[in-house]
């Protein structure tokens, strides 16, 4: 089995920075894509930025220029550097991987529980 753990959220004023983490641990083998979602008050749950396993990243639009995702392939993390933070940020944001749990078998999506992000303005 194979867990997600989010941490670094927080409430934080506008124009304010937070650093997100993300860690998967348990079997795995190898991680290919990993990203950053949302889900705002009312919302459907959004795509923020993905990662593949060789550092190729993937932004939506309007975080493009504040925010930076980065993995830690040595310690199975993504990362997610938020600046310039606006109010419409508020949201859960969940990390997802693509975990390979051993050669033979294909990638299987998880997500982790998610970590609340609150910009006041």
């Known amino acids: 089995q194979v867990q997600l753990v989010e941490s670094g959220g927080g409430l934080v004023q506008a124009g304010g920075s937070l650093r997100l983490s993300c860690e998967a641990s348990?079997?795995?083998?190898?991680?290919?894509?990993m990203g950053w979602y949302r889900q705002g008050p009312g919302k459907q749950r959004d795509l923020v930025a993905t990662?593949?396993?060789?550092?190729?990243?993937n932004y939506v639009e309007s975080v493009k220029g504040r925010v930076t995702i980065s993995r830690d392939n040595a310690k199975n993390t993504v990362y997610l550097q938020m600046n310039s933070l606006k109010p419409e940020d508020t949201a859960v944001y969940c990390c997802?991987?693509?975990?390979?749990?051993?050669?033979?078998?294909?990638?299987?999506?998880?997500w982790g529980q998610g970590t609340q992000v609150t910009v006041s303005s």
């Open positions: 997802n991987a693509h975990v390979m749990v051993s050669p033979t078998r294909g990638a299987y999506s998880y």
């Open positions: 990662i593949t396993s060789g550092g190729g990243t």
């Open positions: 348990g079997t795995i083998f190898s991680i290919n894509d």
